[in-house]
């Protein structure tokens, strides 16, 4: 995971703050620099608010991807995908993390604290920030996540 100037933003409910720390130390350890938004300690919050401080992070660009962390992992991915220009991608392997970047351009990865563990989590960051986008078939597809390209329009 090579380091680059554009921080990497995080963001954790309750739930997720303890991984949230591990992460974050391992990224910066690794020096990355880091932008955290919240939440920090066991105080109960809401999942959505922080899927949407990182979500807006990501968009604006002052952050070049971000990473959420709850309980499973769910809320906080429905939360972030519901961004426009956000592919936040929940993965529980390394597997899921490289191929969620390699054939989906996820630029938001979303983990379970309750559901897997740190080493899992830590190597599927790895993997996640390692992997490029592969483009070509997948570029096309991608398009389709838009919302100019909603089924709904
Ligand atoms: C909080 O208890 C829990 O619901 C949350 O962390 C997450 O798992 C929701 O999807």
């Known amino acids: 995971m090579t380091p680059q100037n554009t921080p990497v933003a995080l963001g954790s409910d309750h739930a997720g703050t303890t991984m949230k720390a591990m992460l974050r130390e391992a990224l910066e350890n690794a020096g990355h620099p880091v932008l955290d938004m919240g939440t920090q300690g066991t105080e109960s919050v809401d999942y959505p608010d922080f899927a949407n401080a990182v979500a807006a ?22 939360a972030a995908n519901r961004h426009a220009g956000i592919r936040c991608a929940l993965v529980h392997d390394v597997t899921g993390a490289r191929l969620a970047r390699e054939h989906n351009d996820a630029n938001v990865l979303a983990l379970g604290a309750r559901v897997i563990g740190p080493e899992v989590a830590l190597d599927a960051l790895r993997a996640f920030l390692a992997t490029e986008f592969a483009g070509g078939r997948h570029e096309r597809r991608v398009k389709k996540l838009t919302p100019e390209w909603s089924p709904r329009s």
Do not use: D
């Not at 990473?67 to 429905?78: A, F, M, P, R």
């Open 57 to 78: 992070a990501v968009t604006e660009g002052k952050a070049r991807f971000g990473v959420l962390v709850c309980g499973t992992g769910i809320g906080i991915s429905i």
